[in-house]
Structures are given as C-alpha cells and as structure tokens.
C-alpha cells in the first residue's frame, strides 16, 4: 500500500555507553537546561548530542513496518522530536506527533508524504507522555481524520484547564472570560510547590494561547483527550501486531511504553534515551517518583528478548538493558552526592541542595523538581528527615 524508500536500520551507534556519562545531560522540557554541577564539562561540549540533531527529512524503517521520521523542536538539548509511522492495512498509526502549532503541522504533513500517505491514512495517534513535543498534533489528527488517540490510562496535560478550579476561591470565576482566565492561570502557577519553592511555568506561547482561549483544534494548542486509554500489560494492534502497554513512571508519571514481542521492539518515548538522561519531575501524584523511576528502568533491564529500542529522541539502539542500566547508575551517584553533602548543610532546603547538584546556568524550578525527587527517595528510605520552617521544607540527615 505505502511506497517509500526503505534504508536501513540505524541503530548502530545509538546503544553504546559514550567514554563520558551523561553527567550533564538532562533531558528538559521546555524550561531551563538543568546540568550537573560535576563532571568534565569540555568532554561532553566536544561534540552535540545525537538528540540535539536537527531534524533530518529523511523516512527510515527502522523495525518491520515501522518507520522513522524526524520533527523539527527546538527545547533546551533537542533538536527534533522521532515520529513513529506503524502501517498497517487499515492506514497507519503515528507516535509522538510533534509539538503543537501550524509549523510542525507541516512538516508532519511532509514526512507522511514521504511515507507515501497523509493525514487521512492516521487511524491511531499513540502519545507516549504529555510533553507538548510528544502530543502537540494529535487533537488536530484527531479532528481531520477521526483518529484514536492512545495514552495511558494516567494521562494528563502538563496544564489541565480542569485545575483552574482546584483552588477554594476559584468557583465564582467564569472561565470563558478572558480576564478571569488569566487570573485563574496566575493563581494557578502562583501556588508554591511541595517543597515551598516556586511552580515551573509551561512556555509563555503555551500560557498566551491559554489566555486567549485559543484552544481551537486547529491551533493545536488543544489539550488532548485519549480516546483510548491503556493499562499496564494490555495490548493494541499495531503494523500488524500486538503491542504490550507498559507503564513507565518516572520521567512523567504518565508515561507509556509500547513493547512488541515478536520482533522485540520497545517504543521507549522518553523513559530511555540514548544518550541523555530524562529530567524526573518530583510533582507527581505518588510518593517518591525516583523510585517509581527506578522501578520502571529495571522492566527494561529484565527484558530479554529487544533487538531495537526506538527513542522519542535520537537514533535508534539496540542495548536497552545497557542503557536502562547506565540510567540507574547516573541516579544513584546523584543519591551519593546529596548522602556526601547533607552533612555539610544542616537542614538543607531544596535549592540549596539543587545548588550541590546542579551548575549555576541550570538552576531553577526545573531542577528543584529534580532535586526534590532525590531528596524524597531519601526521606522515604530513612536516610533523610524532613521539616518544614515556614512552608520551606528542610532535610537533615536521620540520627
Ligand atoms: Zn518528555
Ligand atoms: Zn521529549
């Protein structure tokens, strides 16, 4: 059915562990870079990562009947965002469609060509987490080919208008007025976080189209609602073949793997990348998200049988064990820099901490999140205790 030039796999550099860890490399999110504070920094600026690449025209398949396609984005240490075309006989599937707005509407519009399809052929939108990279097309696929789209049974926005009434005070606001929107967002992101530190705002076009109201389907700024969810173990058929959801915490909590055991193929989004490391947010609905993080890198670890891992960013890798591996490494050296300096700082807050573990130019709400997150790993295996002094918590090392 889909004509297409076919080359081959690329998945050979993608796997392997580079001479200098990813010390550095935190995969961010639409806000500040967040680096480690240690390591050699020259190493790692001698040459861009892979995932900072900007995104190549080029349509690879990369596992039978899955293809590879590349958008551009551009957010701190990425290039392009991997759009997965699935084929099968009744049209395609795509993964991660890209950011939201008209731009790369178009260069989606252009990659399926190169495909040898278009928006009609879209059956299935699967969006693996809710970055805007990862879900910014699929309202507008929604609406112009009647496509599923496909989370995890957890899936939420980065921003839900729904929250905009969390707050006691918010019930006489008339959220279709503009004025009042924007006071229910300002209240909204005005709230302190956990720890008392200040909440990390979404992009200022993000909040703009918000306060405009500007959430038409067309404008791709819509949040998008699944119209299939997935558990944990359930499975959806794609190019030809069952899917095994996974659910894998950690960098979102909502974040969904999609893995193929009969060729071994894992869809890993954002969970695993070849060579960043996904920044881990400490907002999430469950204790100690580093764990659950943990706890989703090791599934990947006890996976026999993947011949290629297919990232949301970057090329293609065949050592998933490995790399899920080096992932958990890099976390707990991060846990051993916090035992080493909480000696050092007595009731610590979190942005003292974040200054330990992070360089200067990254710090920021991003990587207090991320901080937060090793500093409640440690609190809930007993290493740590936690007080608060004026809404600001404070950690110190448990007798
Ligand atoms: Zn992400
Ligand atoms: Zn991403």
Redesign the pocket.
Known sequence: MIERTVTAVDAGGGGRTSMHPDHHDH?Q?HLEPTDDAEGDEDCDRRQPKQEQATASTDVTEVAPGVVRTQLPIS?PG?GH?NCYVLEDDRGVAVV?PGLPGPDSWDHLIDRLGRVGCSTDDVHTVVVT?S?P??FGGAMRLHHESGADIVTHESFRSLFDRSELRDHEDSEELDLNSPDDRAEAIERYFSRPTPWGGRRARPPREFIERLRSGDSSPGSGFATPSPTRSLHDGQTISLARREWIAMHTPGHTYDHLCLYDPEFGVVLT??HVLPSITPHISGLAPEADPLALFFTSLVRMTEMTDVTIALP??GHPFRDLRGRAEHIIQHHEERLDVIRHASGDLPNGTVADFMQVLFRERSWGEMAESETYAHLEHLRESGELTRNFDDGVARYAPTD
């Open positions: 995969h999110h957010l990425l965002v991660d987490h970055h990279d990862h989004g954002d949301a960013h």
